[in-house]
């Protein structure tokens, strides 16, 4: 998969022209989707399934069109619903289903005034040359939010390309429609069960493994600080984890971990600590993935080091108790 960005990228026809599985006839025609893919869960998949048969079914690439910063970042950054995901994170996602292209737009004033006429004339028509559109159930685009299934399917016929809408994908326990928000708010109440279950697999941040102060370890429990690049997280407090280090046989490292902002030490930008049992090897550099299983407790802020030190041993015990639980 290749990630393509801005309408201008002049290697967008000669890496089509190369991905086309007829190599005597190049088509720089595709199959594409359009969203924030904000958690790639099971409605996103659902989504990236589809665009893969079609693009297969007629020999055309198979692109996911997103933007960046997301239109609400834009528009309403201090109301923008927190990320379930970074960048790299999405990508990397989006990667597993056989995508060949992630186009991505940046979402700027230009971007943000264009009708959706101008939006399906200049970006799919004019730039991508679509010939199928596939989107979600609740798809809206364009400035003047006019952009919808009907709209679309109209200028498919003036343009020649089709589309489909994908059915809605509901909750395996519930009725619930799933969907980036339903995720927040599960993780926002410490569902991590159900927020699995919408997602397809659990949920995690993933970071590299950075130099922290070493309170931690002062303490008598060092910890991995993980880099978040996050202005903002979906839930804080602290929690049992497994971490995993990439490019390793997937073992899990049982842990608890402390997500927030460190109120007892002063910092006030979200971070992530995680304290590994039995682990005393040097990760500094390593890139991790840290899975949420279940929350401890809320973040506090304790009267010196010693009630902290006291309260991190209670969170250590409350965080083994639950893994013996889950291996008997």
Not at 144 to 165: I, N, P, Q, T
Not at 192 to 199: I, K
Not at 200 to 218: D, E, N
């Amino acid at each position: 998969m290749r990630l393509l960005r801005g309408m201008h990228n002049p290697g967008l026809i000669a890496a089509c022209q190369h991905l086309s599985t007829n190599k005597s006839s190049p088509n720089t025609a595709c199959v594409a989707t359009i969203g924030n893919f904000d958690g790639v869960h099971l409605g996103h998949q659902a989504i990236l399934e589809q665009v893969v048969t079609e693009a297969k079914t007629q020999d055309l690439r198979s692109v996911v069109i997103i933007f960046e910063p997301q239109p609400l970042e834009y528009f309403k950054a201090d109301e923008a619903p927190v990320r379930l995901m970074r960048f790299r994170e999405k990508y990397q996602a989006i990667s597993e289903y056989g995508i060949d292209f992630v186009f991505c737009l940046k979402f700027d004033a230009h971007l943000s005034q264009l009708s959706a006429e101008e939006f399906i004339q200049q970006v799919l028509v004019d730039h991508l040359s679509i010939k199928h559109l596939v989107i979600g159930d609740d798809f809206r685009f364009g400035g003047d939010r006019s952009g919808d299934y009907a709209l679309l399917k109209e200028a498919g016929k003036r343009f020649g390309f089709s589309v489909e809408s994908t059915q809605t994908v509901e909750c395996e326990e519930s009725p619930l429609r799933v969907s980036s928000t339903l995720i927040r708010e599960l993780l926002a109440k410490s569902n991590f069960s159900a927020a699995e279950n919408a997602l397809g697999r659990p949920y995690s941040f993933m970071g590299k493994v950075i130099h922290g102060q070493k309170l931690g370890r002062q303490l008598g429990f060092p910890t991995a600080n993980v880099a978040l690049k996050r202005t903002k997280v979906p839930f804080s407090g602290v929690y049992v984890v497994s971490l995993y280090l990439n490019g390793e046989d997937n073992t899990p490292y049982q842990g608890v971990a402390n997500v927030g902002v460190k109120p007892t030490v002063g910092n006030y930008l979200p971070s992530l600590e995680v304290h590994l049992f039995g682990f005393d090897r040097d990760i500094y550099g390593r890139n991790v993935r840290v899975v949420f299983h279940q929350k401890v407790r809320d973040e506090q802020r304790f009267n010196g080091i010693d009630a902290l030190k006291e309260q991190i041993d209670k969170d250590v015990k409350q965080a083994k108790e639950y893994f013996k639980k889950l291996a008997s």
